[in-house]
């Protein structure tokens, strides 16, 4: 196995243009496991971290410009309060030792169902910046994920950023497993309230071929807010459960040895009604804060 261990961003695009075989590697909480059980024989391996740039965040007109090498620790000390979504879901990967190598390039290169980063950033609506010798593009992270750890980068590409707009409102995240740490999500939900456009963010975890959004859920829930925002009153129960019903029915689970479909059903109705029970109180709370 040739190991390839470029020290500049301009290294690392030319390096996986003259070898598109190449697994790229940083933290490597992915890549070695998979290594090491012999599930992944790459010819190359491709070392990030030696590239500065992927290591930084900056702030572009009011975006936040997260490096693909950023570790989750970061995230969560230095950014938990620009993006308190993300920050919420680094907190339950892995352990402290995993939160200081993993990063959010790294779960959207894996592009696993499971990978507790991606219904933060659908629910956030974020973008991811991805470059090659041929230059850089912007992807929806929508529109990243294409299959089962498949994702929209073509072969010569590499994750340079993820960009995220701090949001106007609350954000939460919840997740389910087989135990309370190191775990990987039996399903994971994401939920982004986005006040200064009257709209709402979803994203579903572990319970379908690929994490999504649940679109028909945040077209309810934004017509139910309507005359709600200015208000900021009470929510109704019944809007909360008919939330949970719809988050829900956009899921296309299976049965595998953390959980059954059915159980990933419900388990994902009562997260999307709890986490907006607790991002609207939030939202409510702010207003008394406020006055």
Not at 53 to 71: C, I, K, M, N
Request: hydrophobic content about 45%; aromatic content about 6%.
């Amino acid at each position: 196995m040739e190991f390839l261990q470029p020290t500049t961003w301009r290294e690392a695009v030319e390096a996986k243009a003259a070898s598109p075989d190449a697994v790229p590697i940083a933290g490597g909480t992915d890549v070695m496991v998979a290594v090491n059980f012999g599930r992944l024989r790459p010819p190359r391996l491709l070392d990030l971290t030696r590239v500065p740039e992927l290591r930084q965040w900056d702030t572009e007109d009011g975006v936040v410009r997260l490096g693909a090498g950023v570790p989750y620790a970061r995230v969560i000390t230095e950014l938990g309060n620009r993006l308190p979504g993300l920050a919420m879901a680094a907190r339950t990967i892995g352990s402290p030792q995993i939160r200081n190598r993993g990063t959010v390039g790294g779960n959207l290169a894996t592009a696993s169902p499971a990978g507790d980063a991606h219904p933060a950033l659908l629910a956030a609506g974020a973008e991811v910046e991805v470059a090659s010798v041929r230059g850089t593009r912007r992807i929806p992270v929508a529109d990243f994920y294409r299959g089962v750890k498949r994702s929209a980068l073509a072969g010569d590409e590499l994750i340079a950023a993820v960009r995220i707009r701090p949001p106007s409102g609350p954000q939460q995240y919840s997740k389910i497993g087989t135990r309370n740490a190191m775990v990987i999500a039996v399903a994971a939900f994401g939920l982004a309230l986005h006040p200064d456009r009257r709209a709402v963010g979803t994203g579903i975890g572990s319970a379908a071929p690929t994490p999504r959004r649940a679109p028909e859920a945040e077209e309810f829930l934004a017509g139910e807010l309507d005359g709600l925002w200015e208000s900021r009153a009470e929510l109704p129960a019944a809007t909360a459960a008919r939330f949970g019903e719809l988050v829900a029915g956009a899921a296309a689970p299976i049965d595998d040895v953390r959980g059954t479909a059915r159980y990933r059903v419900h388990a994902l109705s009562v997260m999307a009604r709890r986490t907006l029970t607790w991002a609207w109180a939030e939202y409510r709370e702010g207003d008394r804060t406020c006055a």
